[in-house]
């Protein structure tokens, strides 16, 4: 029966590896789609920000409860995962916790940190819940965001009844293992005195003492393939998940954009158009490719800003399966907070389900797929897009550096210069700035007249 275990567990994890790496290798090309952008400089500065943001969850702590509870459910699950290894182990080898016998001094301390947070996270949990779904937060719900539809709510429903699930597994296979112990049972005796009763667990005990030995070996065995398996199976969930921040959100902090907030990034386009005019040198780099005098690129031929994921930077991409969908962007957006359609997190969402959709593509028709869709118009509007007042709010409300404006921009730049769809308005504001060098219809010798009226009232 044993070795029959052992197969089954090996098999379970490496199917389990294969199908992660496979859904890694398919994000990772998906990503690639987008165009380059070098995000590998200032590798000091990059380093203290992703250890500032995004594992001391800096941003998080604008407000000190949720921050609180966010970090006992991230630190908590990620330390708990710890034992993983030591379950791993214990399947292949089929060996029953492999580790106490040679740190006996500091396992039954480990086992109770783990304990503790398994406890908080469950906890943590629940109150999520009930945020979502009794006190409906409003940037949850459907009826005041229309992103949030059947699935994403569904989807948070799923990873945190898991994570509940979870957590109770591993706390009630503690407590059985130790009922199992105390009796002497099997080779679970041969910890007796070695570990003792663990901190959480040891007061759910008496819920198996009703039990006889082969039930409780049943129920031991089960919680223990139902803990490693919702493990592998939770693992695999995430890669589909907005939960996929857990793995990118580290990444994606280091990669974030280091530019002083408010400073927009000149169109590399549009840059060579105007050196080239000016008549400023190109030099090359080490590398052989052309750079100006400032360090930049010169572009290539192409589109002006960006139709469909393919226009966007591959850190816009990242950025969109980065996306928690915790929704403080369109929370802090005042373009959503005044009824207009515009939400930052739709934005990223939308993003996403565009590469979701390429991938499905993909395994269809093979690489070469292309379809009729774009982006622009079949997923964001220019309704959405014309009413950003590009004030950086949702880049700063974000708790892992996602950068919603950014595909804005593009998006927005690709209607008004290559489909020359800008409202009115908006035009009319560009031919002051191109002819009067100011967004108002005033020559720039009459710009100081208010002062003469000042003096005349004086």
């Not at 990059?46 to 921050?67: C, E, H, P, S």
């Not at 039930?215 to 996929?244: C, Q």
């Not at 580290?250 to 005019?277: C, H, R, W």
Request: aromatic share 10%; net charge neutral; glycine share 6%.
């Amino acid at each position: 029966m044993e070795i029959v275990q052992q197969i089954l567990f090996v098999l379970a994890l490496a199917a389990t590896g294969w199908y992660i790496a496979k859904r890694i290798g398919l994000i990772t090309r998906v990503i690639r789609l987008g165009r380059p952008e070098n995000r590998f400089d200032h590798a000091d500065e990059r380093l203290k920000t992703m250890l500032l943001v995004a594992f001391g969850q800096k941003k998080m702590f604008t407000n000190l409860l949720v921050g609180v509870m966010h970090f006992v459910i991230y630190a908590g699950f990620l330390i708990i995962n710890i034992e993983i290894l030591e379950i791993i182990l214990d399947g292949i080898l089929g060996t029953h916790r492999l580790f106490a016998p040679y740190i006996a001094p500091i396992y039954p301390v480990l086992i109770d940190v783990f304990e503790v947070l398994a406890f908080g996270v469950l906890t943590v949990c629940v109150v999520f819940l009930c945020r979502r779904f009794i006190a409906k937060v409003s940037r949850f719900q459907p009826e005041r965001h229309r992103e949030m539809t059947r699935w994403p709510r569904t989807d948070a429903a799923i990873i945190l009844m898991a994570e509940i699930l979870l957590m109770v597994a591993f706390l009630t296979w503690n407590a059985s293992d130790s009922v199992l112990r105390d009796r002497g049972v099997g080779h679970y005796a041969e910890l007796r005195g070695v570990v003792p009763d663990f901190l959480i667990s040891q007061f759910l005990k008496p819920l198996f003492a009703g039990f006889g030995d082969t039930s409780l070996i049943v129920y031991e065995r089960f919680s223990w393939w139902a803990h490693i398996l919702g493990i592998m199976a939770f693992a695999i969930y995430v890669t589909y998940s907005k939960h996929l921040h857990i793995a990118l959100g580290f990444p994606n902090v280091y990669f974030s954009d280091l530019q002083p907030k408010g400073e927009m990034q000149n169109m590399p386009e549009i840059t060579k158009e105007v050196q080239l005019a000016l008549g400023l040198p190109v030099t090359t780099d080490s590398d052989g490719s052309q750079t100006n005098d400032n360090g930049e690129q010169p572009a290539e031929v192409g589109r002006f800003g960006a139709k469909d994921v393919q226009d966007l930077k591959w850190i816009n991409l990242m950025n969109a399966y980065s996306c928690t969908e915790c929704g403080r962007c369109t929370a802090a957006c005042p373009a959503n907070i005044t009824g207009k359609k515009l939400s930052p997190r739709k934005i990223m969402m939308d993003t996403r389900d565009r590469l979701e959709e390429i991938q499905i593509g993909w395994k269809i028709h093979g690489y070469d797929y292309k379809d009729d869709k774009s982006l622009l118009n079949d997923y964001i509007t220019a309704e959405e897009l014309n009413a950003c007042t590009t004030c950086q709010a949702c880049v700063n409300a974000c708790p892992i550096n996602i950068n919603p404006l950014d595909i804005i921009l593009q998006l927005r730049r690709y209607r008004v210069m290559e489909e020359s769809q800008a409202p009115a308005s908006w035009n009319a504001m560009f031919s002051n700035i191109e002819n009067n060098m100011a967004p108002w219809k005033f020559s720039p010798a009459d710009r100081f007249n208010w002062a003469e009226q000042v003096n005349e009232v004086k």
